[in-house]
């Protein structure tokens, strides 16, 4: 089908500003556009209580925001890491679609402020999700959450992150109820796809600048298989905790997610796949812009719930 309406109107709105292509910007000029304030026009996103903390990191303190959707205790609770191609987002770009999801999924939502490259380039992103994990589960009673019920979700890098996270949890004896893996990057080694051949251009994310994602992420080439980098590249999937795979039609991440999401049921690990035809990548954090965006929560809140 093609590019839906709304979609396609984030799109135009995009190109009428004639920017260069946004792989020959550093990443301070990117961060001046995507890092921006949600727009004032948009509806606040309800919430019982949003409270910012910061908690012992692997490079220093560590940012997290605890959204609460009410004042009971023992929820269950979604760590989630924003995206970003790990060198843009922030968690006010990703506070609705947190907020979101804790409403939706009766949850707590703990949205991680990682660290970023190239200022800091892997394993940092990633020690620092492992860390902001493990210090929710150590800390469920002064949280109000049950420790028996701890998700991970993120979206793009935050999908890779989730995922990553999932591995490490699994070989560290942190077990998690599920995780929420949206448009997520499953393999630094593999670019060269039919998605990122056919969506490689004109749909927000080009093939281009994910390539140059991967070098501030992961200068090293060599570190790229790294299955804490390259989620897909580990030996065995086998053990997971349940996963949610969101892919987008018009996305060249597509087929990563897709084979990601092939991957782990060949491993025996309980999969729920979905793909949103006419989408595009971005598509899920676009909460109040996009009807697909609050779709795919009330989706990922029942596969919560049952997994719960």
Request: hydrophobic letters at 45%; one cysteine or more; aromatic letters at 8%.
């Amino acid at each position: 089908m093609p590019v839906k309406a709304e979609a396609q109107q984030f799109l135009d709105g995009l190109a009428a500003l004639d920017l260069p292509p946004f792989e020959t910007m550093d990443a301070v000029t990117q961060r001046s556009i995507f890092d921006a304030e949600v727009p004032d026009e948009l509806p606040p996103v309800p919430i019982h209580s949003s409270e910012d903390r910061t908690i012992p990191g692997p490079g220093g303190d560590l940012t997290i925001r605890i959204l609460r959707p009410s004042d009971a205790t023992d929820l269950p609770v979604v760590v989630y890491f924003h995206g970003g191609g790990w060198v843009l987002g922030t968690i006010d770009g990703h506070d609705r679609i947190g907020r979101a999801i804790a409403n939706a999924a009766s949850a707590v939502v703990v949205n991680v402020a990682y660290r970023r490259a190239p200022e800091d380039p892997y394993p940092a992103a990633i020690d620092d999700c492992n860390a902001a994990t493990a210090w929710v589960a150590a800390n469920g009673s002064e949280l109000g959450i049950d420790p028996a019920r701890i998700a991970v979700g993120g979206d793009s890098a935050g999908g890779n992150l989730a995922a990553a996270v999932a591995l490490w949890a699994r070989d560290n004896n942190i077990v998690l109820a599920a995780q929420l893996l949206i448009y997520p990057v499953s393999n630094l080694t593999r670019t060269d796809t039919a998605s990122y051949r056919a969506n490689g251009e004109g749909y927000l994310l080009t093939a281009a600048w994910m390539d140059w994602f991967i070098e501030q992420y992961v200068p090293d080439a060599s570190q790229r298989s790294d299955p804490l980098a390259s989620p897909a590249m580990a030996a065995s999937l086998a053990g997971l905790a349940p996963a949610m795979v969101i892919t987008a039609e018009f996305d060249p991440l597509l087929d990563d997610g897709q084979t990601y999401a092939d991957q782990l049921s060949a491993a025996g690990v309980d999969v729920h796949y979905r793909s949103y035809d006419g989408q595009i990548h971005g598509f899920a954090s676009q909460i109040g812009v996009m009807t697909d965006a609050m779709i795919n929560v009330e989706a990922m809140a029942n596969f919560l719930g049952a997994r719960w």
